[in-house]
């Protein structure tokens, strides 16, 4: 069982920086991805990275703005949210997965566990 926690929400103006980081322990996954869910919409995928990090993959919205990154341990991934915009108002989640096809890293239903989220709010 993996145990994962987000740290570094919070509140932000428009055109700013946050950094969130997720700390997993006690069990094995291939790989770590970020989600985003604002309030009435699904959760959608932000980025992800391999427990190596030889495979880092980005959604498109958020490519050129936001870097995905781990450590030598691979235990922990980084998310550093530069030039953050009102839209990436969300609260987010990392998850972790055993999975080995790179289009399932940014699934939300092909996750095996689940932080339980951290808040970003953007004001305009």
């Known amino acids: 069982q993996v145990q994962l926690v987000e740290s570094g929400g919070g509140l932000v103006q428009a055109g700013g920086s946050l950094r969130l980081s997720c700390a997993a322990s006690?069990?094995?996954?291939?790989?770590i991805s970020w989600f985003r869910q604002a309030p009435g919409s699904d959760r959608k995928f932000v980025a992800a990275i391999s427990r190596s990090g030889g495979i880092i993959i980005y959604a498109d919205s958020v490519k050129g703005r936001f870097t995905i990154s781990g450590d030598d341990s691979g235990n922990m991934a980084h998310l550093q949210m530069n030039s953050l915009q009102p839209e990436d108002t969300a609260v987010y989640y990392c998850a972790a997965h055993r999975r080995t096809d790179t289009f399932e890293f940014q699934v939300p239903s092909s996750m095996d566990y689940w932080g339980e989220g951290t808040l970003v709010t953007v004001s305009s």
């Open positions: 006690g069990g094995s996954f291939s790989g």
